[in-house]
């Protein structure tokens, strides 16, 4: 990925005619507060391991793997929100980690990792580096260095029970690389977040990851059968059998824990057979209202597609779920569905004719393919369109949570309200949009994507907008976090959320795991 951007370089988007008058008219954007700087002029912060740790570590994974090189430092510096990549146009010195370590092994993560916890010395595991709650953060927090943990040298494939349908990957095998493995021997893992193209499995498994097809194969703790975690105080196995009533799942505690109790270093997936026939289908609704109670009847029925998401009225207008189409108009009045359906031709047929009968009871008006596939295609495309909105001074940024059916209406309202109100407080009228992106029985994901210009400060602008939102998420009864993470961002409403007791349950943990502290420091535990 680029050390200042989303992904691949080559993939860079120029704004349309139609989005620069949207933005210059509706939203008073104009030019950028800060330019991107070319990486060979930027400052980072001095390395504080010494020589002597160097030479120590190397010992442990070899010489040729671990560097303390600015180029290589300042890659592993964060990961991918917006204030991440507005610090990156800073001319001020960047704080990156102090080395970055790549170990081949489990038994050598766990050698790093004791020594790292006998010298008072930070370890922050890296993945595919996308998150976006400041999950990668090299916080200190009196440590005396902080080292990058890089995963990528797990990048196998190490077994597939083609019977029993599970497989075993290492914890930084990218999404891509596992279904390139997997194609070959006609399987799939079916997890594609907007992220998928460069984060990992054991990302996936630390951050509880839910991908866009989560209506049909679930989030990824749902697919995940055990996992390899290697701690600073032992190597943990979990995972010996597809249920279990041995007390409480010990892997639950390792799913979602962000990298604070242990290192990820191989994940054992439900994996599925490559569907036969895929079938995609836009849906029109006369407003969210109504396509909210269509698709929670479809849940509910188990009827739903394997991809299943909704746009608000907003998000329809602009075209934004149609990355290729945005600002066109294409799209009038009320809000797009976007449906997929996999699995042999006979089952997709059937379950797109009955949940054809349930949205077209509750209003809905069928759109045909197009829709779908113009999504499909550009489905994680989304955060190039980011960068060009930062280059030309816009502020872009996005955030979810997730509430009962019951509740979705209020918190809908609750966080734009709030959103809205605090960057126009700072002098700039936001666009807020919002969607649908994974449904539950019992309640449903809401995603926002916020567009307004950018102020003086856009870091601490948006600092305010998004304290704003998390308080007003807390208050409607949301999640602070459905799928991005808790990290260093969310942390300020985990014991809201959590409660004093969930607090100290973490802390315990975190204590038996990691007694010196060193996992990831200043994220996930209140």
């Known amino acids: 990925m680029q050390w200042d951007a989303w992904g691949d370089p080559a993939k860079k988007r120029e704004l349309s005619d139609a989005v620069v008058a949207l933005l210059t008219g509706f939203l008073g954007v104009s030019a950028p507060k800060q330019s991107r700087l070319a990486i060979g002029d930027v400052r980072v912060t001095p390395s504080a391991l010494s020589q002597a740790h160097v030479d120590a570590l190397a010992d442990v994974v070899g010489a040729e793997y671990i560097t303390t090189e600015d180029s290589d430092r300042i890659l592993r510096a964060g990961g991918k929100s917006t204030p991440d990549l507005l610090r990156r146009r800073s001319t001020e010195p960047q704080d990156a980690p102090d080395a970055v370590v790549t170990p081949g092994t489990d038994a050598e993560v766990e050698q790093v990792l004791r020594y790292c916890g006998a010298n008072k010395i930070a370890v922050v595991p890296f993945g595919g580096g996308t998150s976006v709650v400041g999950g990668l953060d090299p916080i200190r927090d009196g440590f005396d260095a902080v080292l990058s943990l890089d995963l990528r040298r797990f990048d196998q494939l190490v077994s597939l029970d083609e019977e029993s349908g599970i497989a075993t990957f290492g914890g930084g095998t990218t999404g891509p690389r596992a279904e390139e493995l997997l194609h070959e021997h006609g399987f799939s893992v079916g997890h594609f977040p907007q992220s998928f193209l460069f984060a990992t499995l054991g990302g996936f498994a630390a951050t509880r990851s839910s991908g866009q097809a989560s209506a049909g194969y679930g989030r990824f703790e749902d697919m995940v059968q055990g ?64 396509g909210a109670a269509a698709l929670r009847e479809l849940v509910q029925e188990g009827s739903a597609p394997t991809v299943l998401r909704l746009s608000d009225e907003a998000e329809s207008g602009v075209n934004l779920a149609t990355t290729d189409k945005i600002g066109e108009n294409a799209f009038t009045g ?13 089952h997709t047929a059937e379950r797109m004719a009955e949940a054809r009968a349930i949205l077209t009871a509750h209003g809905g008006t069928s759109l045909g393919a197009e829709p779908g596939n113009s999504w499909e295609h550009g489905r994680f495309d989304a955060p190039y369109l980011r960068d060009a909105l930062l280059d030309v001074g816009a502020l872009c940024e996005t955030l979810e949570t997730a509430t009962t059916w ?121």
């Open 334 to 346: 009320g809000c797009l569905g976007i449906t997929t359906y996999e699995g042999t031709a006979s």
């Open 406 to 526: 019951g509740n979705l209406a209020n918190l809908r309202s609750s966080v734009t309200e709030a959103l809205t109100k605090a960057l126009v407080e700072q002098g700039t009228q936001p666009l807020v949009m919002c969607h649908i992106s994974h449904t539950y029985k019992t309640g449903a994901s809401l995603y926002f994507t916020v567009v307004c210009a950018q102020a003086e400060d856009p870091i601490a602008q948006w600092h305010k907008a998004k304290t704003a939102a998390g308080d007003a998420i807390i208050a409607a009864g949301g999640t602070i976090t459905h799928h991005h993470a808790v990290g260093a961002d969310h942390r300020p409403w985990m014991k809201d959320e959590i409660g004093e007791l969930g607090a100290n349950i973490l802390r315990a943990v975190k204590n038996a795991v990691d007694p010196a502290g060193i996992l990831n420091p200043g994220k996930l535990i209140p």
């Open 227 to 290: 996992l390899t975690v290697v701690t600073p105080t032992g190597v943990l196995e979990t995972g010996r059998a597809p249920a279990s009533a041995a007390g409480p799942d010990l892997g639950e505690l390792f799913v979602g824990s962000e990298g604070t109790f242990g290192v990820i270093t191989h994940v054992r997936v439900r994996v599925h057979r490559l569907p036969e026939t895929t079938v995609r289908e836009g849906w029109s609704f006369p407003d969210f209202a109504t």
